[in-house]
C-alpha cells in the first residue's frame, strides 16, 4: 500500500523533553521527525502529537513543538496512544473523516510506538511506522520493535518513502519546496 496524502494522518508519539537525552541517536529521530511534519503541514495532513504524562517527562522538544502549527497535543498516560480514550476518539474520529492511513514516528519504539501502532492496526487502520523516526534507548529495542511490528502486519517505511509517497509526483510547487527537507 502507497501512502496517500488524502487518506493520511500524522501521529508523533511522545517526543519529550525528559526522554529525548536517553534516546540512541536521538537529534537525527527527531529531525525526521520535524521533516514528517513539515510535508503534513504543508500536504494538508492532519498532524497528532502524543505526550506522555508531561508533569513528569516535560512538553514536546523545542525543535518539534516551534513547528507544531496546527497540530492537535494530547496528553496521555497509556503507553498506548489507541489505549486512551481522548487519544483513540481523536485519531478514530479523523480516521472515519476518511483518513484511515495512520503515520507514526516517534519514541519509544518497543513501547509506545509498538502499542499504539499495534492498538489502531486492530482497530482498522492502515498502520504504517516511519522506521528511521523512531529510537529507543538500544537499537537493539528499535530492532526488536520494527521486527515485530513487520511480523504483526504494521507497514514499515522510512522518511523519504512517506514524504514522496505523500507527493506523488514531481514538478510541483510542493514538491521544489519539500524536497529540500529531504537533502
Known amino acids: 500500500m502507497l501512502l496517500d496524502r488524502t487518506r493520511a494522518q500524522l501521529l508523533v508519539v511522545d517526543v519529550q523533553d525528559r526522554l529525548l537525552p536517553a534516546m540512541h541517536e536521538g537529534d537525527a529521530m527527531v529531525e525526521r521527525c520535524a521533516v514528517l511534519m513539515q510535508a503534513a503541514q504543508r500536504l494538508g495532513i492532519p498532524v497528532t502529537v502524543s505526550e506522555q504524562y508531561r508533569k513528569g517527562l516535560g512538553a514536546t522538544v523545542a525543535r518539534l513543538d516551534n513547528i ?7 496528553e496521555k498516560m ?10 483513540a476518539d481523536h485519531i478514530g474520529g479523523i480516521s472515519r473523516s476518511g483518513r484511515n492511513q495512520l503515520v507514526i514516528c516517534g519514541i519509544e519504539a518497543h ?3 509498538t502499542q499504539t501502532a499495534l492498538g489502531f492496526k486492530a482497530m482498522g487502520l492502515a498502520v504504517t511506522v516511519i522506521a528511521d523516526a523512531v529510537t529507543s534507548r538500544r537499537p537493539e529495542s528499535v530492532r ?3 521486527d515485530r511490528l513487520s511480523a504483526a502486519g504494521v507497514t514499515l517505511a522510512n522518511t523519504e518513502m512517506a514524504v514522496f509517497e505523500w507527493l506523488h509526483r514531481a514538478g510541483t510547487p510542493e514538491f521544489k519546496e519539500l524536497s529540500k527537507l529531504i537533502k
Open 111 to 113: 513501547v509506545c510506538v
Open 144 to 146: 526488536t520493535a520494527t
Open 68 to 74: 507544531k502549527g496546527d497540530a492537535v497535543v494530547m
Open 78 to 87: 497509556h503507553f498506548s496512544c489507541a489505549a486512551d480514550p481522548a487519544m
